[in-house]
């Protein structure tokens, strides 16, 4: 089991081993490494208000020990339209314990019933079938493809949509 947190000063040399893993940037558009004073300036301003700032990242924690391993963020947060993106990141040696489902199970509700989101989504590189396999298996569905997307080192890649409406209620 995990759980959802803030962000806090002591996560700097997580947030430095997570943020600098050169097999993520693809994923995350990062071009270069991250210095760990760029990461304590951003942890200065980590909690300011989604309503300001259009994001929140929170870390994902195990339930027994407390240990960080990942991170899940919203992004492109519209206040307008209740929705936000999705973004999730797990360290390589936390992967396949099921963390990254139960994290975005928890940020579904606080989505809904904290932040009260309409809808969340997210773009996933085709070639990602993990990623793939973690939003379908959370209920997400897939509604479209963008052809030729994502720059990737072997060229351009395509990148689906995933889409997860938090109410069903829709106008007519």
Do not use: C
């Amino acid at each position: 089991m995990v759980h959802l947190r803030a962000l806090e000063p002591d996560d700097l040399d997580f947030l430095y081993t997570l943020e600098n893993d050169r097999d993520i940037w693809g994923v995350s558009d990062t071009l270069a490494p991250l210095s760990r004073q760029a990461l304590r300036e951003y942890l200065t301003h980590a909690t300011t208000d989604i309503y300001v700032v259009r994001q929140l990242r929170q870390v994902v924690t195990t339930e027994i020990s407390g240990v960080a391993v990942g991170v899940v963020d919203l992004f492109e947060y519209d206040a307008l339209h209740q929705r936000a993106g999705v973004g999730i990141t797990i360290l390589a040696s936390e992967r396949r314990h099921g963390y990254a489902r139960q994290a975005l199970e928890l940020l579904k509700e606080y989505a809904r019933d904290v932040l009260r989101l309409h809808q969340i989504y997210a773009t996933v590189g085709a070639t990602n079938l993990a990623s793939m396999r973690l939003f379908r298996a959370a209920g997400f569905r897939r509604v479209g493809t963008r052809r030729a997307w994502l720059r990737t080192a072997s060229g351009w890649q395509d990148a689906v949509e995933w889409q997860y409406l938090l109410s069903h209620q829709t106008s007519a």
